[in-house]
């Protein structure tokens, strides 16, 4: 049997149900997770133009896999011999890079094609390093220990050994971001201490960004083709908000959230930046920058982790589940957000709700009192 106000006249259900349901939350873009066994978890490291995710699958024990997902597929992407690995970047070649243990137990950069398999690029003569971009012709920046135990930004040349890109006069420098001209972006540290966001150009060497006004320390995380580079810098109140530097200034992107600590993670081709903002300690939530306009996602309508967009304005990295993390992806266009309701709107469903309950009392009566000439007639 229908509920008692399902049996309401269709014309008054219909309005009131229009007038109480809320806006559809967004359409999930992407699955949730690669589809991992229960207990583990998943983080989507970045996607290419032909849907393929290079990512992490966490197991419930801590042990993370480098793998690649597609269509419902997990690939292994294995190790250098070791325990772990993990992804950080792909390209439109579908080359992989990320870092591995080797069976010592060190952690090296690698970089993976379904050809191949994975490859060790190497130290700059320590026992570690870290490849974290590539770009569409496959170089690879990342960072590497040297022999006197400090580590260093680095690009791959020709033959994939690695380059050393020095630093701003201190012990330390790493590189985060690569364009297809081989520019290079990081943090390194200077003669004073401070650390630096830099950007590095193929025979003009490592130069250095700078802060937002009244900042000490700043780092850049990525770089477009255009030349666009994002990043955080720390603010003359000690706070750190997200940048975009075009070469001649660098935008607050953080003033335009307002409040909270941001950083921006990655920048696609036309310019549109994403990242992470904290506020008063709550969990991070997405903000996309694009066409001159600062949008912050809900959290119900972002992401916990914010690792890039994709030149098709898909924002990917994982969301939390209050024990997991799980890969997840959400358009950079956030979804209309629920109607507020004002009292002229709460007075209104009053109304309704009165007269579909008037509606009912009135057919209640005409049943009861037909039914009455019914038993009346029958004696």
Known sequence: MLPRFARLSAPLLGLLLLAAAPIASAAIYAERGFGEKDGNGSIASDLNPAGLVAGIIMEEEGRRRAVTYQHGRIRELGTLGGDEGFTKAINMHGVVVGSAQTPAGAWHAFRYDAAGGMRDLGTLGGTSSYATAIARDGQVAGYADT?????????????????????????????????????????????????????????????????????????????????????????????????????????????????????ATAVNAAGHVVGSVNINGFEPMTFVYKEGVMTVRRRDDGLYLTNKITDAGLV????????????????????????????????????????????????????????????????
Not at 233 to 240: I, N, Q
Not at 349 to 376: D, K, N, P, S, Y
Request: charged share 15%; glycine share 14%.
């Open 147 to 263: 022999s006197g135990g400090d580590f260093h930004a680095f690009v791959t040349k020709a033959d994939h050994s690695l380059q050393d890109l020095g630093t701003l006069g201190g012990a330390s420098s790493y590189a985060s971001g690569l364009n297809s001209h081989g520019v290079a972006v990081g943090t390194a540290q200077r003669g004073d201490g401070y650390r630096r966001a830099f950007v590095y150009r193929p025979g003009a060497g490592m130069q250095e960004i700078g802060t937002l006004p009244g900042g000490r320390i700043s780092s850049a995380t990525a770089i477009n083709d255009a030349g666009l580079i994002v990043g955080a810098s720390e603010t003359a109140k000690r706070r750190w908000h997200a940048f975009a530097w075009d070469g001649k200034r660098m935008l607050d992107l953080g003033a335009m959230i307002g409040q909270g600590d941001s950083y």
């Open 316 to 379: 990917v990295g994982a969301i939390y589940t209050g024990h997991k993390f799980q890969a997840f992806a959400v358009p950079s266009q956030a979804s209309p957000a629920p109607p507020r309701r004002n009292p002229l709107d709460w007075f209104f469903l009053t109304v309704i709700a009165a007269a579909c309950g008037a509606a009912a009392f009135r057919a209640r009566q005409h049943l009861r009192a037909g039914l009455l000439g019914q038993r009346r007639h029958l004696l």
